[in-house]
């Protein structure tokens, strides 16, 4: 059976390069959605702005010299190569075709819906799947949308197959994504068959056969409930190196005056320490110390060791655009509303000192440290710095993308996130840019990741994690 896709303005947004997603098929594309894409390439939203241009250019580019003829019935689509900026010259069964909605008039066979102002667009989109339905009756018709009310409607208005953009799913399940350590019940021996056991200086490294653990990457931890802990150091073809660690040193690490709480906080600082790791997620709830750890890391990476010149501070925040410009003052003046948690945890840090508030002037200066927007970071390259970024959960896998590739020489990223708090109606667990950056970077050998679970803040903020 023939599959036809109608797709709306939000995938599109979402994903620039959803057409390939479905290249085996025929894509259609509303006359409306490009009519949206066009309204949307000039807003002062810089990311949703460039994604619709990009995603014009490659309907451009698919188009080429096609005739109107031709274009209404499908023209081949061109598989994207590795940069996704281009089009190589293999083609596919696909096509794609704009359906010019328009021309679209009522019949009473089928159950168009009305123009009703305030839903116009919407309306003519799912009409366009509506006429390709009582048009095509041996074809398959989706209509493929993120909006979670669009899709109601359309199955209410007689629509038989309507879908959610999947393509940049990463995981069928949240709970799947690697925490950076696994945890046996009981003894982690019990579960080894054969182990062979070397000591290099100070250091024991047990040697386990790869094939009896495959989902242990470079840089995990190992623990179990006799207080073992082992992190792995090297993977080979046929074995897996594990670095056994005292858990009484582990737990007695500092950072700028802080220490460990917990084992996963412990952990963190192990992996924050870690000179081979380039980039580091942590992730995990509300008042678990994720802001802290990285903060008091970086204090002490830049004052004491001087490893970094400065510390770059960046959070997602998505009315960000429309409301900066309005807020008087430099661009860290206009950011301080949304990152007065470092603001709050430089006072964990400095709030004992005689004279608090000059304590906390004095680093932040001596430090170094910048507070920046994210969508003033595209097209910049930071080098000798050290990047936090703070509720990362909120960004699209394309746009962490973008921040992570603006990491320098000689820097190192931290990006922190919590699934349960996003708000980005077009974002779920699933489909975050930190899930995808968590599942893409995990076997990465200069990455690292760690979900701190522990609720540290007070125990009223524990309960609230847990029963509210």
């Known amino acids: 059976m023939e599959k036809i896709y109608v797709l709306d303005t939000n995938v599109l947004l979402h994903d ?6 479905f290249a085996e098929h025929k894509v259609v594309i509303p006359m ?35 005739s109107p003829k031709e274009l ?14 281009d089009v190589s010259d293999k083609t596919t069964e696909g096509s794609l075709a704009v359906f010019p909605d328009q021309k679209i008039t009522h019949t009473d066979n089928v159950p168009f819906l009305n123009g009703n102002h305030d839903h116009a667009n919407d309306n003519r989109i799912i009409n366009v799947a ?6 095509n009756p041996r074809a398959a018709v989706c209509l493929v949308t993120k909006d979670i009310n669009m899709r109601i409607k359309a199955k209410g208005s007689g629509l038989e197959r309507v879908e959610d953009y999947r393509k940049d799913k990463v995981l069928d399940d949240v709970d799947l994504m690697s925490k950076g350590y696994i945890q046996f019940p009981n003894s982690f021996w019990s579960t080894v068959n054969n182990v062979r056991t070397e000591s290099h200086g100070l250091h024991t490294i047990h040697l386990i056969e790869k094939s009896s653990m495959p989902t242990l990457y470079l840089n995990m931890f190992i623990i179990d409930d006799e207080d073992f802990v082992g992190f792995v150091v090297n993977i080979d073809k046929d074995f897996l190196y594990i670095l056994d660690i005292n858990k009484q040193s582990i737990m007695h690490q500092s ?6 709480r917990n084992l996963e906080q412990a952990m963190a600082f192990y992996l924050l320490r870690h000179d081979n790791s380039d980039l580091m997620i942590m992730t995990g709830p509300a008042g678990s110390g994720k802001t802290l750890l990285a ?3 970086g204090l002490q990476v830049t004052m004491e060791e ?15 655009a429309e409301d900066i410009g309005f807020l008087p003052g430099t661009e860290e003046e206009k950011m301080a509303p949304w990152l007065a948690a470092f ?19 004095y680093v932040k200066q001596k430090a170094n440290i910048q507070f920046k927007s994210l969508n003033f970071m595209r097209g910049r390259s930071f080098n000798n710095a050290l990047i936090i970024i703070d509720e990362a959960q909120g960004l699209t896998q394309f746009q962490l993308k973008s921040i992570v590739t603006r990491v320098g020489s000689n820097s190192k990223i931290i990006v922190l996130g919590n699934l349960a708090q996003i708000d980005n109606k077009y974002i779920n667990p699933l489909t975050s840019g930190l899930t995808y950056l968590v599942e893409k970077c995990k076997s990465f050998k200069y990455a690292s990741v760690m979900h701190v679970n522990g609720i540290e803040r007070s125990r009223l903020a524990e309960f609230a994690e847990e029963n509210l």
């Open 72 to 85: 209404q019935s499908g023209v081949p689509i061109k598989q994207a190569n590795h940069a996704g900026d």
């Open 306 to 320: 001087k490893r970094f010149n400065k510390i770059i501070v960046a959070r997602s925040t998505p009315p960000m």
């Open 32 to 66: 409306t959605v490009l009519e949206e894409l066009d309204v949307i390439k000039d807003r002062r939203d810089k990311d949703v702005s460039r994604e619709a241009r990009l995603a014009i250019n490659i309907i451009d580019k698919m188009v080429g010299d096609a």
């Open 295 to 297: 903060l008091a890391y």
């Open 255 to 260: 950072f700028w005056g802080i220490k460990p």
């Open 16 to 21: 620039p390069l959803a057409i390939y997603a």
């Open 130 to 135: 509506l006429s390709l339905q009582a048009t």
């Open 343 to 361: 603001d709050d945890n430089l006072e964990i840090l400095h709030g004992a000192d005689e004279h608090a508030f000059s304590s906390i002037d």
